[in-house]
């Protein structure tokens, strides 16, 4: 059996992955993080023309920690913590539900089509039913989220993990533009000043990133579309590994 699903195998308690309610909450599932890919994608794109000029919807756009930590100088305590905590949780219910709906599979699946992402999902098993409300509020990100679903952790205990620790990164990240504060100045003036280099930089490293995760055999738009199909492949793998490791028992008697 795969590392990572055993570690999931051990949460408890652990609901049975019954898949979606129904046809369309998954099709709104996909459909919003298609969006937020599609938009991630913009404001990376936009990034230039946009810090010094609207950076609430560059932080609305894309979230990244180098966006947010420009945009803070320019924004209001208020536009700041609510555009960016909106943006920040906007996926994270969603791969929950993904790895609540799918369990081994949905996680089988965030591994296959995202190496890093596997390789951290493999390095929770050692600790997160221990500390599992601390690994959601430490890095509620998409895998992370994805594994509290398949992990079995109750709504509520998600949600209190996931607004504790994006809030505070959210905090650290205020606190930190303003010591920088100076610096990050000199830094949006910069981009100011260079901006449709920047802009036209932008846009050969977003081409080169989808180019290259679609080499690689990874696609975020195309994997989220394709969920259902990308699912039973998993599902398949599974069952492989566990018809091996039952025949392999069966020798070993």
């Known amino acids: ?16 992955a019954s898949g979606p309610p129904s046809k369309l909450a998954r099709n709104v599932t996909i459909g919003f993080l298609v969006f937020l890919v599609v938009l991630s994608n913009v404001g990376n794109i936009l990034f ?3 810090v010094d000029q609207h950076p609430g919807w560059l932080i609305a756009m894309n979230a990244s920690n180098r966006n947010l930590a420009l945009s803070s100088g320019s924004l209001d305590a208020v536009t700041f913590y609510v555009v ?6 906007a996926p994270d219910l969603f791969f929950f539900w993904i790895g609540r709906w799918y369990g081994d599979a949905g996680i089988r699946w965030m591994e296959r089509k995202a190496p890093t992402y596997g390789e951290l999902l493999r390095q929770l098993e050692t600790w997160f039913d221990k500390a599992r409300f601390a690994v959601v509020a430490v890095a509620p990100n998409n895998p992370v989220c994805l594994f509290a679903g398949a992990a079995g952790i109750t709504y509520g205990a998600f949600l209190a993990a ?17 010591v ?7 830094i949006r003036g910069f981009i100011v000043d260079y901006r449709w280099p920047i802009t036209a930089l932008s846009i050969v490293l977003v081409a080169l990133t989808v180019w290259n995760d679609r080499r690689g055999g990874r696609d975020g738009i195309g994997d989220l579309v ?28």
Request: proline letters at 3%; hydrophobic letters at 50%; aromatic letters at 6%.
């Open 1 to 16: 059996m795969d590392d990572t699903s055993a570690a999931v195998d051990a949460a408890e308690p652990r609901p049975v």
């Open 48 to 50: 230039a023309s946009f």
């Open 84 to 89: 960016g905590f909106v943006r920040l949780f």
């Open 162 to 178: 996931n607004v504790v620790g994006t809030i505070a990164r959210l905090v650290l990240i205020r606190a930190f533009s303003s």
């Open 180 to 186: 920088f504060e100076d610096l990050l100045g000199s």
């Open 226 to 253: 394709n969920l259902e199909e990308g699912i039973e492949e998993a599902e398949a793998e599974l069952e492989a590994e566990a018809t091996m490791d039952a025949a392999d028992a069966q020798q070993a008697e």
